[in-house]
């Protein structure tokens, strides 16, 4: 259609114009479908509302709202090392915008002194400038000092406010585990954040020296060519800016595409990485290639649109804010010396006249110069509007999920019978009541729920009480980690009564443990460090002791040091792994354990030395384990048939036997 239309504009306008018109209502009609097509489909359009939320940044009354609040964050009072860094940048702005002023009046002189071959006055103002270079070169390095000081600063401020979120409670497991709003909270917390923060200063110097210079060059011009030229300049600004300002509007949405798309890319690498092993064996090289060159090609394609797109609008920005500005400074400049009603001139030398226009020309093209560093701010202000939106959008993640709000998208839409029934019984995250008491677990009508909703039991009640041991068995996906998750308060309780020992009183001991980088102590003590460890009285040797009951003391004499820094994750074997997180267990002392088959890389004997040993120190244990040599060990068992069932009982005799 396009090569037809082509073709009909060079036989006949008319002709062209109602194929154009065809043509155009063909296009609405197409992108009406599709938006009816999205409409008939409601997981669509939900994805697409929410999207088009998330991505939308735009320089706006939102994002001066944004931009403050996070403000306050970074400057959090008026007189903090923050301000001081404000002050001195706008000291140092004006400074410089006087001496860029005090430049321009010596090097007219200069230049006077050389075409009126004035001797003296060319080495008066020649040696002025050699003396003035020292201090405007301080001046220019104390901006940048200022400028560099202020973004490590708010960067410093704002990253520590967001850890501080980010790592309160288990919030840092439920934006990853319960929440799906913020894919790649690491993305946000580096690479964004000083983005952000590299954007807000260098905008802060962008915007003031520029309007510093341009209410200086008012005031100087106005004396000099009358207020009618600094007026026209003004106008102009205002007109180019509001109109490139909405031709940028795009900018802040793909800046957040593109940030996302960063992420992504840096996500599938770092997912590499960590499972690398298991990649290795499954020679699964060319599939995670793909995996990668999938992402990166997606993220490349937005950076060639983004690049052409800045491509156009460098044109137009070139063409508007510097060219026409110009154009605009030498029609201003003129006027004065070109209209013959102008009578400031008529009696002036060719002298004089040159002066007067070298000293007003070089003023107004500096002026010039600044509106167009302020309408080319617009710019950075776009840009700047994606980076707010991306961090405003994580804090209100963070608060939402440090006040046991989350949002979690659901892949299968049920229909709205189902969805309502499902929502009066499961969908209401913290709707039960967690009871902290000591020396006790017990559920009382308690759903045993997924975040997503998905039901494994709707109504549990047992009761255990310190010194008793349960088992826990089951199929696999019957809910045997669900009910740890709710134990650990790492997922919410949709009803009912939970009644259990704080969070510090209960410890888990996965099949897989976590080995924190630092020191042979650092594993043990862990999440403790060696100044907890000398508060609670613990010395060097109960730990060693701890090392011995678990048979890892020839660790501490092969590395000789408590102190001794490793990759542990790599040192340690997979068996003595699980015992360092037994020692660990050993030394917090909690008075119930979840044990989540972490000794099964442990040999027999060592492991019922470990459960003789937790029941000689008073924990309880909650196991879950496929070895039939540990039913001896436990008073009750906890049974899910993963269908929604369960029974709890105690074990007998006969339960051993049928265990054995």
Known sequence: MAAVSKYLTAKNSSIAGGVLLVLYILKQRRRAAKLKGKKGSSEVLLNNEKDSKKDRAAVDKDFVLRIFRILRIMVPRFFCKETGYLLLIAAMLVTRTYCDVW?????????????????????????????????????????????????????????????????????????????????????????????????????????????????????????????????????????????????????????????????????????????SEEIAFYNGNLREKQTIHATFNKLVDHLHNFIFFRFSMGFVDSLIAKYLATVVGYLVVSRPFLNPSDTRHLTSTHSELLEDYYQSGRMLLRMSQALGRIVLAGREMSRLSGFTSRITELMKVLKELNSGTYERTMVNQPNSGELEAEEKVTLIPGG??????????????????????????????????????????????????????????????????LTKPERGKLFYVPQRPYMTLGTLRDQVIYPDTYDDQKRKGISDLVLKEYLDNVQLGHILDREASWDTVQDWMDVLSGGEKQRMAMARLFYHKPQFAILDECTSAVSVDVEDYIYSHCRMVGISLFTVSHRKSLWKHHEYYLHMDGRGNYEFKPITEETVEFGS
């Open 103 to 275: 430049m321009i009046q010596n090097g007219t002189m200069i230049e006077s002194g050389i075409i009126g071959r004035d001797i003296n006055l060319f080495k008066k103002h020649f040696y002025f400038y050699i003396a003035a270079i020292p201090g405007i070169a301080l001046v220019n390095n104390f901006l940048k000092l200022g400028l560099n000081k202020l973004k490590l600063r708010f960067r410093e401020k704002l990253t520590k406010h967001l850890y501080d979120e980010y790592l309160k409670g288990y919030t840092y497991y439920k934006m990853g585990n319960l929440d799906n709003r913020i894919a790649n909270a690491d993305q946000l917390l580096t690479q964004d954040v000083e983005k952000f923060c590299n954007s807000v200063v260098d905008l802060y110097s962008n915007l003031s020296k520029p309007l510093l210079d341009i209410g200086l060059y008012i005031f100087k011009l106005t004396s000099a060519i009358g207020a009618q030229g600094p007026a026209s300049m003004m106008a102009y600004l205002l007109v180019s800016g509001l109109f490139l300002t909405r031709l940028r509007r795009p900018i802040g949405k793909m800046t957040v595409t593109e940030q996302r798309f960063e992420g992504e890319y840096r996500y599938v690498n770092s997912r590499l990485i960590t499972n």
């Open 432 to 497: 039960g009541q967690i009871v902290n008491m000591d020396n006790i677990i017990k559920f009382e009508h308690t759903p045993l729920a997924t975040p997503n909703g998905d039901v494994l039991i709707k109504d549990l009640n047992f009761e255990v009480r310190s010194g008793a041991n349960v088992l826990v068995c089951g199929p696999n996906g019957c809910g045997k980690s669900s009910l740890f998750r709710v134990l650990g308060e790492l997922w919410p309780l949709f009803g009912g009564q």
